[in-house]
């Protein structure tokens, strides 16, 4: 069975730092495209950062500069290290593993098939 679990969330204030960390479990992740996405209150979910088996990333524009996606396939573990954070980067903060070993960059969140249950990031103004 497989399992994504998240940390590394929390409260922060603007122009804070904090870093994400998804743990797969169940089975091997090094051939396969992960991301993160997030989904704000009342918002509905947005890709925020892709990687590829190869390393190849992907950034929507809105992190661009302040977020970066990196992995760790001896952990099965992918990242997320977010900085300058602003109160607009509120929201639960899900990673995504595509199923099929494929070195590609996905955006939607239709092209995933394994989901974390989220973690809470919150910055104050």
């Known amino acids: 069975q497989v399992q994504l679990v998240e940390s590394g969330g929390g409260l922060v204030q603007a122009g804070g730092s904090l870093r994400l960390s998804c743990a797969a479990s169940?089975?091997?992740?090094?051939?396969?495209?992960m991301a993160w996405f997030r989904q704000a209150p009342g918002k509905e979910r947005e890709f925020v950062a892709a990687?590829?088996?190869?390393?190849?990333?992907w950034y929507a524009d809105f992190v661009k500069g302040r977020f970066t996606i990196s992995r760790d396939n001896a952990k099965n573990t992918v990242y997320l290290q977010m900085n300058s954070l602003k109160p607009e980067d509120t929201a639960v903060y899900y990673c995504?593993?595509?199923?099929?070993?494929?070195?590609?960059?996905?955006?939607?969140?239709?092209?995933?098939?394994?989901w974390g249950q989220g973690t809470q990031v919150t910055v104050s103004s």
């Open positions: 995504a593993v595509k199923a099929a070993d494929a070195d590609l960059l996905i955006s939607r969140d239709r092209g995933y098939d394994y």
């Open positions: 169940g089975r091997t992740f090094r051939s396969n495209a």
């Open positions: 990687i590829s088996r190869s390393g190849s990333i």
